[in-house]
């Protein structure tokens, strides 16, 4: 199918010469004026990166557990803490800082600002705890457990679930089965070498 390579006017071409078709009314207009042709690409999409990446790797290897923290919320205007990191890095090499020492910085005010948030929330708690309240939510909470909370509801779902405690109760019967064709099977090979040992 040669002739549905290339770009329209290519094929209408070759269609119209085949005689496969009739030559449109636009066609002369396109060839008078043909469209812009933009350059293919060779199948490789570049890596976008970024000047601050560099830095983000280095805060996830320094901080794995700020891996979880989600670098789009689409409800949140906040970035993520690696970003800031990253960018407060930047901003401390632009004015003259070396790369360790600016590193650093940023990292001592990245641990000042979760100590703070830490206490914040303490604070929080005792006093709803003073005024006899229900504690409220951590308004700062750890990744990892707002994973748990989403995940939550389908850890109880298993055990109230009829679908999957018909899969429970398949698999254990299969197990029984299993645990009898063996204690079966040994039972056989003792009789079998006790009267060969006769």
Avoid: C
Wanted: hydrophobic fraction near 35%.
């Amino acid at each position: 199918m040669s002739y549905m390579r290339g770009d329209l006017l290519t094929r209408t071409r070759k269609l119209v010469k085949g005689m496969a078709k009739p030559a449109p009314a636009w066609l002369k207009a396109m060839e008078q004026a043909p469209p812009p042709t933009f350059p293919r690409t060779d199948g490789k999409i570049k890596k976008i990166e970024l000047p601050e990446d560099v830095y983000v790797k280095r805060f996830f290897k320094k901080h794995p557990d700020s891996l979880y923290h989600d670098a789009i919320k689409i409800s949140g205007f906040d970035p993520p803490p690696a970003r800031v990191f990253a960018w407060r890095v930047l901003e401390l090499k632009k004015d003259g800082v070396n790369e360790d020492d600016a590193m650093a910085v940023a990292d001592m005010e990245y641990a000042a600002e979760k100590k703070a948030k830490k206490k914040a929330y303490k604070e929080l708690k005792e006093i709803a705890r003073i005024e006899g309240k229900r504690p409220p939510p951590n308004p700062y909470p750890s990744a990892i457990k707002e994973i748990q909370a989403e995940e939550k509801k389908y850890v109880r779902e298993r055990f109230h679930n009829p679908k999957i405690l018909e899969i429970v109760k398949k698999m254990k019967e299969d197990k029984e089965l299993f645990f009898k064709d063996r204690e079966a099977s040994r039972a056989g090979q003792v009789m079998f070498t006790s009267q060969l040992t006769r």
